[in-house]
């Protein structure tokens, strides 16, 4: 029963650890080419190289203080069921991963409208007044 829990607990910490580490690299650097396969990649944040390196450092900083975050939060939570049946954790953990993916998708919103924000459609810096 000790064991399902240890192992609840890595599977709930992988949302966070990921956003941490994918947060901490995409704060430093945006893949090294605009691409369809690996990065923050929406039609606005694709525009060009501009756009391409400002949503990954929007959205890297983000993730990585949103992971951050869940992993405290994660950690606390799993406290209280340590030693419970392993129905009632499993349970519990999916029901956590679920609220983690909901965190997890909220800087898209921010990193969209940030985006939106200090571009416009073409992908062009807006020019402060």
Not at 30 to 48: E, Q, W
Not at 72 to 98: E, Q, R
Not at 112 to 129: H, M, P, T, V, Y
Request: aromatic share 16%; charged share 15%.
């Amino acid at each position: 029963m000790i064991g399902f829990w240890v192992f609840m607990m890595c599977f709930a910490l992988l949302i966070p650890v990921s956003m941490i580490c994918l947060g901490r690299y995409f704060t430093g650097k945006a893949p090294a080419k605009i691409n369809y396969v690996f990065g923050y990649r929406t039609s606005r944040s694709m525009k060009n190289e501009d756009t391409w390196k400002f949503a990954h450092q929007y959205f890297g900083r983000l993730w990585h203080k949103g992971g951050l975050f869940l992993l405290v939060v994660t950690v606390l939570a799993m406290l209280p069921v340590y030693g419970k049946s392993i129905d009632f954790v499993g349970g519990y953990a999916s029901v956590l991963c679920i609220l983690q993916m909901v965190v997890m998708m909220f800087p898209i919103f921010l990193t969209e409208s940030a985006l939106k924000k200090n571009f416009d459609q073409e992908g062009n810096r807006k020019r402060e007044i």
